[in-house]
């Protein structure tokens, strides 16, 4: 078989197409909890802790000299985006708590008919019970 083919039967299989929509409207949902977070969120919050705006936030390790610009730890940054992490991990929970609790449990098995020796010994402890 061609290493074309290959290809062809690897991409086309059903994981594959799944995953590859999953990662694209993944991707979407995060910019968009990110706008949220970013535009929705952090200000009223921000505004909460007195007018503080969240992406602006950082200690300044070494000032500006000159043509180089200041050294900076943008932690106000790193905030935002761990709130943007737990929206994202959240909503993905509910979707798959959604999803597990309209999945249709699998009726009990029967249970195993017994075999041709367990029907044999009860038929011996049957009579001997007469």
Known sequence: MSMLNEFKDFAMRGNVVDMAVGIVIGSAFGKIVSAF???VLMPPIGLLLGGVDFSD?????QAAVGDQSAVTLRYGAFVQTVIDFVIIAFAIFMVVKAMNASK???APA????PSAEELLLTEIRDLLRK
């Open 104 to 106: 249709e449990k699998p």
């Open 37 to 39: 977070v970013g535009g």
């Open 110 to 113: 029967a249970p195993p008919k």
């Open 57 to 61: 936030l950082a200690i300044t390790l």
